[in-house]
């Protein structure tokens, strides 16, 4: 089985930052795309950045210049740094990546269970 664990949430003033990290686990032959998306109370579930395995990245509109998404290959990690939060982005972060298990098996997507952050004035 593959697991993907967060860490990294919490509780921080507007301004500050967070570094949240996802590390994928278990039966991986290969890793596609990973991503982080998040989920306001009341709100669907939106993508917030992505990164490829080549290490293309893209960002929602309301994170560019201010969220940056990295990815460590060899530890199969990837990680959201989050500069000068806002209360906007108070949400529960979800870690996302397509992970094969098999080199002939079809890749598929995989959740984490979701890191809290939230930001305060």
């Known amino acids: 089985q593959v697991q993907l664990v967060e860490s990294g949430g919490g509780l921080v003033q507007a301004g500050g930052s967070l570094r949240l990290s996802c590390a994928a686990s278990?039966?991986?032959?290969?890793?596609?795309?990973m991503g982080w998306y998040r989920q306001a109370p009341g709100k669907q579930r939106e993508l917030v950045a992505r990164?490829?395995?080549?290490?293309?990245?893209n960002y929602a509109d309301s994170v560019k210049g201010r969220f940056t998404i990295s990815r460590d290959n060899a530890k199969n990690t990837v990680y959201l740094q989050m500069d000068s939060l806002k209360r906007e982005d108070t949400a529960v972060y979800y870690c996302?990546?397509?992970?094969?298990?098999?080199?002939?098996?079809?890749?598929?997507?995989?959740w984490g269970q979701g890191t809290q952050v939230t930001v305060s004035s």
């Open positions: 996302n990546a397509d992970i094969s298990i098999s080199s002939y098996s079809p890749s598929r997507d995989y």
């Open positions: 278990g039966i991986i032959f290969s890793i596609n795309a």
């Open positions: 990164i490829t395995s080549g290490g293309h990245t």
